[in-house]
């Protein structure tokens, strides 16, 4: 998926080989050069994440000061506007569905967060023909989130567990969370 390069520094070793092999697409020329961000809005976009992933999606954004009135009232707005509400409250179980991500430029065309940062299957869409460009030639490797999947399963000591949401659910989830237990 479109992405922003930087230097935020993160030890998953997961998250490693999903950025490797993206920059190994990246030399061969797979780019998302020229494309409008397609996988990151409605069109296609039904990116879901685990309880980990938010967590490494929000204390990035917190650590970035991005955290605000304004970008709450958008993940509220986001929710809203692509019915995105879990279909049991008690489970907080979703359906997939399209949206625009709240973390998407539409200015840039592109994703404002770090590799370093973003959910795994950001990471795994990427564009696989250099002639292709704009969406055409891209996919997901399953195998990889397999693989990583199996890996994190063993480590997962904290039994976050696997119940994925929508991006825009999962970061005001834990932000309700947090204002809860500062509150108390
Ligand atoms: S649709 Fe494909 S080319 Fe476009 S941003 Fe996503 S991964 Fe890149
Ligand atoms: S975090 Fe959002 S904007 Fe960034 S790559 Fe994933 S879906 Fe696209």
Redesign the pocket.
Known sequence: ???QKDSTHNNSSSRETLIKRMSELESQGKDCSGCP?T??TFVS?S?MCTPQEAMD?YLYLEKEKRITVDFIDKLKLSIQKYKLSPRYLSEKSYLRKTYT?????ESEK????SRKA??H???A?NNHDPLKKASEGCFSEQHLLEEIKEHEFKNDTLNLGWVKAP?PNAILELYEKRNLISNL
């Not at 991500?101 to 430029?105: D, G, M, R």
């Open positions: 998926m479109t992405t961000g996988c990151c976009n990116m999606l991500c709240p973390l998407f430029s592109g994703c404002t967060v973003k959910p299957g950001c990471l869409f991006i």
